[in-house]
């Protein structure tokens, strides 16, 4: 019998022609898999850049709306006269009208740390209150845990300023680069006078961001008679 009749077509792929083909397809996916992970994370971080900046603003914007709106109330500090507004270096508390206009509260904003790191809590009280210096029994209290950071800088109302109008406008929201400590410019609440105006800083911490996002608006309070 002739050798070359038992010869068949073959015409499936060799081994090595197996391996390549197996070997271009994981380089392919690998490629393909990376690629949608730099874009998820990528957009995972643009989520999380989105609601830090949000986070931001709604807290700074209830702040200076509360601010414009202070009311220069009376109380009693250490048994002397004094107004009803103290700040420190993480807390800020004052009179304000609602959001209704008809009736006064007292809010604060202070940070706390609970365990859980430092987070910035809201508390809102009735007023008038017979110890505003003192601890008192909230009616509303929220928690902020992506707020970390909070400082206040208060300017000192002046003769000039009682002189000048001060026009509340549309206070902007602005990043900054570091948080520094508070500093009352030697306001006092026995000044028996609100400050001119407030700068308050957060720092927000976004999931999976190593440093916290600084953030800051300043608010001008007006006086009684440049509300009307």
Do not use: C
Not at 48 to 72: D, H
Not at 150 to 166: G, I
Request: charged share 25%.
């Amino acid at each position: 019998m002739n050798p070359r009749l038992l010869r068949t077509d073959r015409s499936g792929l060799t081994l090595i022609e197996l391996v390549l083909t197996l070997t271009i397809i994981g380089l392919a996916g690998s490629l393909v898999s990376g690629a949608i992970a730099t874009g998820l994370r990528a957009w995972q971080s643009g989520l999380r850049s989105g609601r830090e900046e949000l986070v931001a603003r709604i807290v700074l914007e209830r702040i200076a709306t509360q601010l414009r709106a202070a009311i220069n109330s009376p109380a009693t500090k250490d048994g002397a006269d004094a107004v009803a507004f103290d700040a420190a270096e993480d807390r800020l508390r004052f009179v304000t009208l609602t959001a209704s206009g008809l009736a006064p509260a007292q809010v604060s904003y202070a940070l706390r740390s609970d365990g859980g790191g430092p987070h910035l809590v809201f508390r809102e009280y009735p007023w008038p209150d017979k110890d505003f210096f003192g601890e008192g029994h909230p009616r509303r209290e929220e928690s902020i845990p992506e707020v970390t950071g909070f400082s206040v800088k208060l300017v000192k109302r002046t003769a000039a300023d009682d002189k000048r109008k001060t026009d509340p406008g549309t206070t902007g929201l602005s990043r900054v680069n570091d948080l520094s400590g508070a500093s009352t410019a030697e306001w006092s609440p026995r000044d028996r006078e609100l400050p001119a105006s407030v700068a308050v800083e957060i720092a927000v911490s976004a999931q999976g961001q190593k440093e916290p996002r600084l953030y800051q608006v300043t608010v001008p309070i007006p006086t009684q008679g440049e509300r009307r």
